[in-house]
């Protein structure tokens, strides 16, 4: 099971919300790259970074932080947040980003998504679906949608989606534990997903039942930032 410490980023800062309401912002750290040579220094490969300005405006906005982190660091950066151009998808993986999150626009613009899998590969993209009692959630999760997850991602297996990251929104921030019946059914009905877990986690016990139940990854956010697990308990997982 991948660990994937997160960084969430307003204004160029690395911040924390509860969730995903902006108004419950905590600012954890000025600068990022400090943040992310920390998770380099204790061993762990990975990054998830979200552009939260980008996901509120509808386009990539912190690219200086992306470009310092892909540059100064070897994490496998996987990016999300307002992406919606063929330029910003192509400037994303030209600054070095691994991987891209497409959330909203996997909803709006399905044949455009599709479109991108194929141009650019299935395991350079990675489907966000963000979800608020079993839907889909857009917009930085200030919209609600009438998807359901199941149909949702269902379409996209069918056009060749490998990588779902899931995030109940219910969860996120709260350090109340994952929702593990969410992703126990997705496992289910979509053993071929490489399905990372989002959300929820307070301690290492949730991480050893999130590997128990066969998740390929899980995003650590707040856990890190508020003490609850330690960096080198997570590079030993």
Not at 97 to 117: F, H, M, P, Y
């Amino acid at each position: 099971m991948r660990i994937i410490p997160a960084i969430d980023l307003i204004d160029g800062k690395c911040v924390r919300l509860t969730q995903g309401d902006y108004a419950q912002k905590k600012i954890y750290n000025e600068n990022p790259l400090d943040v992310a040579k920390s998770f380099e220094d204790q061993g762990l490969q990975y990054l998830h970074l979200v552009d939260l300005d980008g996901a509120k405006a509808g386009k990539v906005t912190n690219w200086k932080v992306v470009e310092s982190i892909t540059k100064h660091t070897k994490l496998l950066v996987d990016f999300g947040g307002g992406i919606k151009t063929d330029d910003e998808m192509k400037k994303l993986f030209d600054a070095g980003v691994k991987q891209v999150n497409l959330g909203s626009i996997a909803v709006k613009e399905q044949q455009k998504v599709i479109r991108w899998i194929g141009e650019f590969g299935s395991d350079k993209i990675i489907l966000s679906a963000d979800v608020k009692n079993n839907m889909i959630a857009i917009s930085g999760w200030q919209e609600n949608s009438s998807l359901p997850i199941t149909g949702f991602l269902r379409d996209y297996v069918q056009n060749g989606i490998q990588y779902v990251t899931c995030t109940d929104i219910s969860t996120d921030g709260m350090l109340t534990g994952p929702n593990i019946e969410l992703y126990k059914t997705l496992i289910l009905n979509f053993p071929q997903l490489h399905l990372v877990a989002s959300g929820g986690v307070s301690n290492m016990d949730d991480l050893q039942e999130l590997r128990r139940i066969g998740v390929d990854g899980v995003i650590v956010g707040k856990a890190i930032y508020e003490g609850r697990v330690k960096l080198e308990e997570l590079a030993l997982l």
